[in-house]
């Protein structure tokens, strides 16, 4: 007994490297009929995929995270890219974060001697009591040299050490002078950077009014900062302690400083920059992480506390490494 039905195949081969059936060709062998149904079912089929009718499902977009702070920002380092903006312009005061553009004008001074010493005046420490401040507990008499004031500066927020570097680098014959002259540097590298909605009148971000910036234009003094050596090398560490010189030649082992920025231990890559708070500019926090050859670079301004603060932070910088893919 014969087959009801034979098969001849022939396939052919459609753009987009799909192999389908071309032509079905089903003979009867009952009448001698020509049967072209499946033919015709293949026909179609293979129109379909040819004009893109038919694609793989898209993959699966990234979720916009939520955050508690009033603004945000985030930037891919590499190239500037935008990766994610709630309020990026919205002026706002900054609190310590301002210590970034400190750190940043020192650094930048020409023919910079990071072991130059710096002594300790009473103004300082009386500064502190003065404003309640954040210190690196700076002792009045004690020669500490530039880098372990950028390191009191930057890791335990000491106000004292911001205003040691302000007096030192600064130009002018009095305090208050050399002081007005570090701020003013401060705003002209802020004009520099194209940080267009930033003033400084404060070397700690201890405000006199008219201290403020944005997510933005704070994201952009980061990933410049980050261009140098030392600000990299100070921003990543954990904890450092100083041995200073005091008054009588001997030295001095300060009690160590811990980085208030606690993504360095808490998010695998991290590597900065700056928390900040204060009663006006409430949480604060610019921050950096590398992974791979990537590095995403982002702040939040006035979220509600510090924990928020880094977990804010926490979910900026997966959804920045997200999009980058």
Aim: include cysteine; charge should be positive; charged fraction near 15%.
């Amino acid at each position: 007994m014969r087959p009801l039905f034979s098969f001849p195949l022939q396939l052919g081969r459609i753009a987009g490297a799909f192999d389908v059936i071309g032509v079905f060709q089903l003979i009867t062998a009952t009448k001698g009929i020509r049967v072209r149904r499946a033919a015709s079912v293949a026909v179609t089929v293979g129109a379909v995929l040819a004009t893109g009718a038919l694609t793989a499902a898209p993959a699966q977009a990234v979720t916009t995270p939520t955050i508690a702070a009033k603004t945000g920002y985030v930037m891919n380092n590499a190239n500037g890219a935008a990766l994610y903006n709630k309020g990026m312009d919205t002026k706002l005061s900054t609190g310590s974060t301002t210590k970034v553009m400190t750190a940043n004008v020192v650094l930048s001074q020409a023919n910079l001697n990071l072991d130059a010493k710096v002594t300790i005046v009473k103004a300082y420490s009386d500064y502190i009591v003065k404003n309640n401040a954040s210190s690196a507990r700076l002792i009045v008499g004690d020669k500490v040299t530039v880098r372990q004031l950028l390191y009191g500066l930057m890791l335990p927020s000491g106000c004292d050490a911001a205003f040691a570097l302000a007096d030192k680098f600064g130009t002018g014959t009095t305090q208050a002078a050399r002081v007005k002259s570090f701020i003013a540097k401060m705003n002209a590298k802020a004009k520099t950077l194209g940080m267009t909605n930033t003033k400084f009148d404060s070397f700690d971000g201890i405000g006199n009014g008219a201290n403020y910036s944005t997510a933005k234009d704070l994201t952009k003094l980061a990933s410049n900062s980050l261009k140098s050596a030392n600000f990299r090398a100070i921003v990543k560490t954990k904890s450092y302690t100083a041995k200073t010189i005091t008054k009588t030649g001997s030295i001095r082992t300060m009690g160590a400083w811990t980085n208030t920025n606690t993504l360095l231990s808490s998010y695998s890559g991290a590597i900065g920059v700056k928390t900040g708070s204060g009663p006006e500019a409430k949480y604060c926090l610019v921050f950096a992480a590398t992974r791979g050859t990537k590095t995403v670079v982002g702040t939040v301004l006035a979220s509600t506390n510090a924990t928020v603060r880094s977990a804010d932070a926490t979910k900026l910088l997966n959804y920045g490494f997200a999009k980058l893919g």
